[in-house]
């Protein structure tokens, strides 16, 4: 791919990547940071784009693999001496709730789909086919959203 080529190709892509990045859960800052550096890395391995026309779903690929390990590299540690205040999370008490209704595959599953990680790195460790744990993450939530609406008010 030539340069005047990715560099189109980088004025219609950059603002997609950067709303592909909002819809994952970035802030807006973050998902800025992360299209800048996916583009970037697209361009230093852009002899390995088999299809040109691609290139918008190859890069957003890269940006979502960034924020995967951004997400993942995040780790609250307290500070010494400095208490927190304390604060209750409503949000990860659904989630333990809802994590509670589920048997011990599904609910394994679940969290490492809540950690970031991708159907194919769960797939490794099941041993079983992307696509399987693709269906079963779905079924999983089905599951849960039917629980949740036969359960009283």
Known sequence: MKRNDYAKAFETGFPATRRFLLSRGAAVEEAEEIAQAA???????????RDPDLVGFWVNSIARNLFRARFRARVVTPMDGVEAPYM????????????????????????RSLEGYSAEEI?????????????RLLRIRQSLRHQLALAPA
């Open 39 to 49: 583009w970037v890395r697209g361009w230093e391995f852009r002899d390995q784009l």
């Open 123 to 135: 797939a490794q460790v099941e041993g079983i086919t992307s696509t399987g744990i693709r269906v």
């Open 88 to 111: 209750m999370n409503l949000e990860e008490i659904e989630l333990h709730r809802l994590l509670e209704r589920c048997t011990g595959r599904d609910r394994r599953l679940l969290e």
